[in-house]
Structure formats: structure tokens, C-alpha cells
């Protein structure tokens, strides 16, 4: 298992920072990370129990199925920021179980978790959008770390959506007030960068004796 572990770790080592939560090593989760609707689906009983335990006791919300199609059905009606799901189970697997979260929520993000983790399906599942691929047994500090790291990664997701519907829908964003020639620059900067993935930090000094505030 030591080796098999090891094995999955390299497979996913070309992926984004945030993808390695296979067992032993993984990021420090955010230190006030805000608590996540999450969705667990899994047809062992007792592991999914013991999943939903754990995370009711970090003060995550839980809602908990038995199988995949289960699992949709509480997503047709519900919102969630995170999916757990195992990668083998009877009827609709993980993957399969990914495929549809990615396209009825796509802001939503999936961890898988398997005791019959193969390089394979590492690769798989991430090239089809999951957000972590995690190999059991599953440590408390690993599982946290994951649901933390992924809830965080689906609120600036969501945050991200709603600044480019405020850029696109132009005078209906929060105004920019200014004539200099720095207040264009700015403003022209911020239209290259809005269709970026990329985190953007804006520096620099304010003079309000500069601004004219707009006043209700």
C-alpha cells in the first residue's frame, strides 16, 4: 500500500498545487475557512457514517447518500459546495457521479475517495475536474484539509463569476471614480485580466483629496 500510495503521488504530481491530497502529505487548509454544505456518497455505511460524523463535528453540514443516483437526486434539489464520493459503487461510479456534478453544478467541487485507487483513475478523475483524489484509509487532518481547501476554492469561484458579470454588465458595476491618467491605465488593466483565472492584486496608494465619492 506504502508503494501503491507513492505511486498515485507521482502520478499526480503534475497537477496544480492544491491536488495532493493522497494519503501523507497535503496543503495546510485555510486558517478560518468558512464551514461547507457538503454532499457524501458512499455505499460502505460505516465509512460514510464516519465521514459525516467528522464533519458535522468541524461544523461543515452534511447531507449523506448511499450511491450515486441518490447523490444526484439530492443535488437536483439542493446546493452544495463540496462533493465527497467513492470512485467504485454499484450503478453510477465516481467518475460517472463527477461527470454530472460537473455539469449541473459546475462551481461545485468533487473529491473522490477509493481504497482501489490506480494511477489511472488519479488521472482520470482530475482531467474530468475533480478537485482531489484522495486514497483510503483517509486520515481526520487529510479529509479536513481537502473539504477546506476545496469550500475555499469554490467561494473564490463563485466570487470570481460574480466580478465578471460586474465587468460585463459595464455601469453596472461599483464606479471607478477618477480622470487621471492612472485611473485609465487602471481601468484598462482591469478589462485584460477579467477573463483570467489568475489571482490579481491591485497596489498602490490612495489620495482622497484626488477622488470624487459618490454620495446617496
Do not use: W
Request: glycine fraction near 6%; aromatic fraction near 2%; proline fraction near 4%.
Amino acid at each position: 500500500p506504502a508503494n501503491h500510495s507513492n505511486r498515485v503521488r507521482r502520478a499526480l504530481s503534475s497537477f496544480p498545487s492544491h491536488c495532493i491530497g493522497t494519503r501523507g502529505r497535503y496543503n495546510d487548509a485555510p486558517r478560518e475557512a468558512s464551514m461547507a454544505r457538503v454532499l457524501v456518497i458512499d455505499d460502505d455505511a460505516a465509512l460514510r457514517l464516519a465521514i459525516e460524523k467528522i464533519l458535522r463535528k468541524e461544523g461543515h453540514s452534511v447531507v449523506a447518500a448511499a450511491d450515486g443516483r441518490e447523490g444526484l437526486r439530492h443535488l437536483e434539489g439542493d446546493q452544495f459546495h463540496v462533493v465527497l464520493t467513492d470512485l467504485k459503487m454499484e450503478g453510477l461510479d465516481g467518475l460517472e457521479v463527477l461527470r454530472r456534478v460537473r455539469e449541473a453544478s459546475p462551481l461545485t467541487q468533487v473529491i473522490l475517495i477509493t481504497a482501489h485507487g490506480t494511477i489511472e483513475d488519479a488521472v482520470a478523475a482530475m482531467k474530468q475536474g475533480a478537485y482531489d483524489f484522495l486514497v483510503k484509509p483517509v486520515e481526520r487532518p487529510q479529509l479536513l484539509s481537502a473539504v477546506s481547501r476545496a469550500s475555499e476554492r469554490h467561494r473564490l469561484e463563485v466570487e470570481n463569476r460574480a466580478l465578471r458579470a460586474q465587468v460585463a454588465q459595464g455601469q453596472d458595476s461599483p464606479p471607478i471614480v477618477g480622470t487621471s491618467a492612472q485611473i485609465s491605465q487602471l481601468r484598462q488593466t482591469i478589462q485584460r485580466v477579467a477573463a483570467s483565472d489568475a489571482t490579481v492584486l491591485i497596489e498602490g496608494a490612495v489620495s482622497y483629496t484626488h477622488l470624487t465619492l459618490p454620495t446617496n
